[in-house]
């Protein structure tokens, strides 16, 4: 016997670019890779701060839609920034998309994120 997991991918989000995967469900909790704000019908990156929080917020509505599971599933997020100062621009599309309770979450500021990109964010989610 194999340890049990289930290799999550769809083609309602960026392809995995990389050796990793989209995402992993595991006992119903799903660990979804970062996404940054590419549009996967063009695999280009959306230009501007807000325009790529959208977009990753697609990509991961995408994720999402493909487990049958919505954002009122996410537990935690965790958003990579390359400028600490666009902070509050971050919480204003948050709420956006998330209203209270609030998943948990994390945010911190990185010196680079792939493909040029200004912002990640990733996200578990879990049914039950």
Do not use: W
Request: hydrophobic letters at 40%; aromatic letters at 10%; proline letters at 5%.
């Amino acid at each position: 016997m194999g340890f049990n997991k289930n290799i999550i991918e769809t083609d309602l989000a960026p392809a995995a670019v990389g050796t990793y995967s989209q995402g992993v469900e595991h006992n119903g909790t799903y660990f979804f890779s970062g996404q940054i704000g590419i549009d996967p019908k063009t695999s280009q990156l959306v230009e501007g701060f807000e325009a790529q929080i959208k977009q990753i917020m697609r990509n991961i509505d995408g994720l999402l839609e493909s487990c049958s599971i919505t954002r009122e599933h996410i537990i935690k997020t965790s958003i990579f920034v390359t400028d600490l100062d666009k902070f509050n621009l971050v919480n204003e599309e948050y709420v956006k998309y998330f209203s209270e309770p609030y998943p948990a979450r994390s945010c911190v500021e990185v010196p680079n994120l792939p493909k040029g990109a200004v912002v990640e964010i990733e996200v578990i989610a879990a049914k039950g």
